[in-house]
């Protein structure tokens, strides 16, 4: 894989997570996200899996890479988001508290690590 093609799709995977959590990410997934197994969280998730169909398509991903990618890739935002939501709501920790700032940045750091794995996947020849 070429360090362009690599590049074009982490652009594609920051792209589709800014689409997915920040604009059509609805009140109703962000206040059900920290219930285990609402289907708020499976929406906004799959959200996510969806949109990331483009930029697998960049790496050259077969529907075989693109079905073990995503679903891999459901449970690790699922989780995350869920462990975050838990989180705020058990804390109630407010804008104004730098804790709440610490667990939203990596909540957004473990997505990042996880498009860049991905890409790191394909760049190794292991999908």
Do not use: N
């Amino acid at each position: 894989m070429s360090l362009q093609t690599a590049l074009w799709a982490l652009l594609a995977f920051q792209l589709k997570h800014y689409l997915c959590d920040f604009m059509l990410q609805s009140g109703y997934q962000v206040r059900t996200k920290g219930i285990y197994g609402h289907p708020g969280g499976f929406i906004h998730s799959g959200l996510h899996v969806l949109a990331s169909i483009p930029a697998l398509m960049i790496l050259g991903a077969d529907a075989r890479a693109i079905a073990i990618v995503i679903a891999a890739e459901f449970a690790i935002h699922y989780h995350t988001d869920w462990t975050k939501s838990a989180i705020d709501q058990r804390t109630q920790w407010g804008f104004d508290d730098q804790r709440h700032w610490m667990v939203f940045g990596l909540d957004q750091l473990i997505h990042q690590l996880t498009y860049l794995g991905i890409v790191w996947v394909f760049a190794a020849g292991l999908l």
